[in-house]
């Protein structure tokens, strides 16, 4: 299916990622922001680093697990701090029915506090979601720089507006 990117200039604060480690970092960091409940959704153009931040923040959460797109089971259960359902609806056809992953599962669990949603490609899961926190990564000046854009639905948390403050440049 076609996945449309949202604009850049709907996201509010931008920071820098200058390496995979930095983008991973920036992950790691906003594991520490996490209580359980929240929906983060990853956009960005192939190669752009969403399963690297995804690593990052399943690091920061104490997760043990290879993390890696789960591009054909489509979700992946990962338990750490808090249990991360680690999304990426790439592939995901149009006749692919998102219950039949178990989504409304998954949307009980997070609802309940004791999870949290990491979604890539989140387009189609947008029918299901109320709040959540947004990043956009896009290239940066050099091959190895990302950009990374935040936004909220309703609004960015005080807290994840202040990640963009500890970029590298
Ligand atoms: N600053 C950076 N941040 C993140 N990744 C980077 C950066 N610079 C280079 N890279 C490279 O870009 C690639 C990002 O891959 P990754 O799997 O994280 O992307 P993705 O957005 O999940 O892609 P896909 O849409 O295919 O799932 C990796 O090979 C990584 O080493
Ligand atoms: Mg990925």
Request: aromatic share 6%; net charge negative; hydrophobic share 45%.
């Amino acid at each position: 299916m076609e996945h449309a990117l949202p604009d850049p200039g709907g996201f509010p604060v931008a920071v820098r990622a200058g390496s995979p480690a930095a983008s991973a970092a920036l992950g790691e960091r906003a594991a520490g922001l996490l209580r359980g409940g929240e929906t983060l959704l990853l956009w960005g153009p192939l190669g752009a680093g969403k399963t690297t931040f995804a690593q990052g923040l399943c690091r920061g959460l104490g997760i043990g697990d290879e993390v890696t797109s789960p591009t054909f089971a489509l979700a992946n259960r990962l338990e750490g701090r808090l249990v991360v359902h680690h999304l990426d609806c790439y592939r995901l056809g149009p006749d692919d029915d998102l219950h039949d992953v178990g989504l409304d599962a998954i949307l009980d669990e997070v609802e309940s506090g004791a999870a949290v949603l990491l979604a890539e490609w989140p387009d189609p899961l947008l029918p299901w979601l109320r709040d959540r926190i947004e990043l956009l990564a896009t290239p940066g000046a050099d091959p190895e720089s990302r950009v990374w854009r935040l936004r909220g639905v309703p609004e960015l948390p005080g807290p994840w507006a202040a990640l963009a403050a500890g970029g590298d440049g």
